[in-house]
Each structure stands twice: as C-alpha cells, then as structure tokens.
C-alpha cells in the first residue's frame, strides 16, 4: 500500500542519547515534512524539504537535523535528547511544496526521561 | 505560532445529527484545508479550499471559507460513530507555504 512509513513506533530513550526517527514515502513525492504534536497544540513543522538534496528549517528546528539523500528518505535525528523533545513526531510528503494535500505517516511516540 | 484555532476544542452529539467546527485564521491565505486524525493514527486530507472559493463538497463534507472574517466552517452531515476522530484545519500564509495549523476539534459521535 503505498504511503509513508515511520519507523520506529514509539521509544524511549534516555536524555542526552542520540536518536534518528525513519522515514519513507513510497509516493514519489518532491517534499517531505517532520511535525510533532503536544498535546493541546497544533503540529509544529520541524524541519521540511522541498526536493532531493535540500532541505529549510521550520517553526522549531532546534535539537533536530534532518537529511534529504534521496526522494523516498527524510529521517530526523536528535544529536541529544532532551526531555522536551518528548513528543508524537509525524512525517509527511506532498507532491509539490507549499500547496496541495500532505500525507502522513502514523507517527513515531517518543518520550526522553 | 498558530495560525489557525478550532472551535469548539470538543463537541459530543448522537450518531446521525449534523456536526460543524470552526476555524479561524490571523493572516491572508492561499488555501485552507481540513484533515482528520483518528485515536493514535496519523494525519488524513479531506478537503482544501482555495481562497478564492467560498464553499466546497465532499460527500458528507461541507466546508465554507469566508476570506473577510478569516474564518472557516466544516460540516459533516448524517454524523457516523467512524466519524469520531480529532478535525485540524491548516493555512498558508502568502509570506511562505508552511502550514500552519490549529489546534483542532476533538468530534465523539454517540450512538
């Protein structure tokens, strides 16, 4: 089925520990997009890409980098979790960036102690 | 920051009534589109309507946009328990194309 997988579904992790959150889109879609979602908030975009190769800094970058090798991966690691980093994270891809629908995956929960 | 807010923040109704939910927005638009979210899943388009639209159709779905008061409605006609879920409405702003989303309805069909 196409679509996007994320990878893994939930962890926890121990603050300060390095982490990448997987993500792979099926779609052939040019942009792809990191969110987390806290409760009583909208998504927060983190980190998008608007095609192979390059990627721009969201509403709240810091702590995540992103990398954009290839159209179908987009993983997002933290280089030190922190505890506020604890949060559901979603990857989503569109086909083009900025207009149109995007696709999610079903998220990766993740809780930094 | 939050463009858009999502009113109310929970709405309970029986199976078969008639739910909308309201969105409203700060700053000019290009599109606004509604998702839904159910329990522990992710996200799910269910219609975009364009600024210079004032209404649009999808099945049960009626979305209105009314550019001037910077405000969006969603209706779902003849209410389904499968439609219990979380309802988000998302902008972008002309400035860039991020959207920006709201906080979002949470809609609990009774049967």
């Known amino acids: 089925i196409a679509g996007i997988t994320q990878a893994p579904t939930s962890q926890i992790l121990a603050a300060g520990r390095r982490m990448t959150l997987r993500c792979t889109q099926d779609m052939r879609h040019n942009a792809m997009y990191w969110y987390r979602q806290d409760l009583g908030l909208g998504l927060r975009l983190i980190h998008y890409?608007?095609?192979?190769?390059?990627?721009g800094k969201g509403e709240v970058p810091d702590g995540y980098s992103v990398s954009r090798a290839n159209t179908d991966d987009f993983p997002l690691t933290l280089a030190s979790a922190v505890p506020s980093q604890t949060s559901v994270y979603f990857c989503?891809?569109?086909?083009?960036?900025?207009?149109?629908?995007?696709?999610f995956g079903d998220g990766t929960r993740l809780s930094i102690l | 920051s939050q463009q858009g807010e999502e009113d109310p923040q929970a709405l309970s109704i029986q199976e078969g009534e008639n739910a909308t939910m309201n969105c409203s927005y700060k700053t000019s638009i290009n599109n606004l589109q509604w998702y839904r979210q159910n329990s522990g899943r992710g996200l799910v388009h269910l219609i975009l309507?364009?600024?210079n639209e004032r209404e649009k159709h999808s099945g049960r779905l009626r979305v209105t946009l009314d550019t001037s008061k910077k405000s969006s409605s969603l209706l779902i006609t003849a209410s389904r328990a499968a439609d219990t879920a979380s309802y988000f409405c998302?902008?972008?702003?002309?400035?860039?194309?991020?959207?920006?989303w709201g906080a979002g309805t949470k809609l609990i069909i009774k049967p």
């Open positions: 998302a902008t972008d702003a002309f400035s860039n194309y991020q959207l920006i």
């Open positions: 309507i364009r600024s």
């Open positions: 890409s608007n095609t192979a190769g390059t990627t």
């Open positions: 989503a891809s569109s086909e083009g960036y900025g207009f149109g629908p995007q696709h």
